[in-house]
DNA sequence: CTTTTTTATACCCATTCGGGTATAAATGTA
DNA sequence: TACATTTATACCCGAATGGGTATAAAAAAG
């Protein structure tokens, strides 16, 4: 799963719009569009505050994972 | 397994130094240092191109995986 | 079709990353 | 101890992130 998909689909789940989720990640509503966006370029720190409300952080994972 | 701790293993499993892994991966040995001395705020594409060397890329991970 | 909600793009700009280099500290070895 | 290798810290600076806001586009609801 990408991290970009992930986000989507998890703020989904939680039925959140962009902007809430901004709000409780407390990052800025431009950085959670740039990541459901696919953005690289992003700052780590960020990218864990937002999955860190699902329960999830960064890590590495084996690059030919099966998209599920 | 923490992202640092994981970066730093790998390339001792794979003897290189900390320049030469920064030469393979393609960005500076400034920021080699600071990612496996787990430095939060790091851009995403360039942790990718360092863990892509081993065959891994960035991920969601759930928090609570023990250490292993 | 109209209205509302949600998502996407553009601009300005302070903050900070990342590269390179130099230097120091640490680790390992004879 | 002395020497070599590896790793860590400090400085300067161009480049890019990220926040905020405004606006436009798209999607959903009526």
């Known amino acids: ?3 970009h998909s992930f986000v989507k ?3 989904k789940a939680a039925d959140l719009t962009q902007p809430e989720l901004a709000e409780k990640a ?11 966006q696919g953005k690289e ?3 780590l720190d ?3 505050q937002v999955l860190k409300l699902f329960g999830y952080e960064v890590g590495a994972t084996p690059i030919n994972r099966d998209n599920l």
């Open 26 to 36: 407390g990052v800025g509503l431009r950085f959670v569009r740039e990541l459901e």
């Open 1 to 3: 799963m990408l991290l």
């Open 9 to 11: 689909q998890k703020r």
């Open 41 to 43: 370029s992003l700052r």
């Open 46 to 48: 960020k990218v864990n």
